[in-house]
């Protein structure tokens, strides 16, 4: 099974004028482009923010990605020292 290819930026920018700049109904655009009206109401949440605020949360967003792929690499670790350690003291004892 094939997964969809996100749409552009570009794409859901000009959706998202097309409601909030043009007063188009939630409803028409997403029969018209062929969009979930539940797709059309996020990509309205993210893109009616100014682009300054909205790279802001693009940053956090993969901060916090960075943040909890190093947290699970961390408590790998961790485990597997843990393991070791009762290992080693089972052995030593």
């Given at each position: 099974?094939?997964?969809?290819?996100?749409?552009?930026?570009?794409?859901?920018?000009?959706?998202?004028?097309?409601?909030?700049?043009?007063?188009?109904?939630?409803?028409?655009?997403?029969?018209?482009?062929?969009?979930?009206?539940?797709?059309?109401?996020?990509?309205i949440k993210v893109y009616s923010a100014p682009a300054a605020e909205r790279q802001a949360?693009?940053?956090?967003?993969e901060e916090l990605r960075r943040l909890k792929a190093e947290l699970r690499r961390v408590t790998e670790e961790r485990d597997i020292l843990k393991k070791a350690a009762a290992y080693f003291a089972k052995q030593s004892g």
């Open positions: 099974m094939q997964s969809k290819q996100p749409y552009p930026e570009e794409f859901k920018i000009e959706a998202v004028k097309q409601i909030t700049e043009r007063g188009h109904r939630v409803a028409d655009v997403s029969a018209r482009i062929g969009v979930s009206q539940h797709s059309l109401y996020k990509w949360q693009v940053s956090q967003a």
